[in-house]
């Protein structure tokens, strides 16, 4: 699952240590991505999102904002759960992207 963050960044190293040792990695990745960039110790296989980086962008900094507004637990519980679903939103569509993508499947 292409996953643009903590996943992603977890995984780099050990990606980078194994095309250092000879092993053969790709990494499948969407276009439009915060962290994920090319290397010279992988092949990197991109397909095409239905979003662009600034709404990518615009949608993780008010999720990581509204995180930390004040109001009652309900109103933050509400905020939260919205900015959480608009992230979720777009990774659902990134993979529903890559299964339509018959040449990388």
């Known amino acids: 699952v292409p ?3 903590s996943h992603w960044l ?3 190293e050990v990606v980078d240590i194994l095309g250092q040792r ?3 990695v790709v990494v499948v990745a969407p276009e439009v991505t915060m962290h994920i960039k090319p290397s010279e110790n992988f092949v990197m296989k991109m397909f095409s999102v239905p979003y662009t980086l ?3 962008e615009k949608h993780f900094k008010a999720f ?3 995180s930390f507004e004040e109001g009652s637990f309900l ?7 919205r900015g959480i ?3 979720t939103d777009l990774e659902v569509s990134s993979c529903e992207q890559l299964l339509q993508n018959k040449e990388l499947i």
């Open 3 to 5: 996953v643009d963050g």
């Open 10 to 12: 977890s995984m780099r």
């Open 22 to 24: 000879g092993h053969e």
């Open 54 to 56: 600034e709404e990518m």
């Open 64 to 66: 990581f904002q509204v």
């Open 75 to 81: 109103e933050r519980l509400l905020k939260v759960y």
């Open 85 to 87: 679903k608009r992230v």
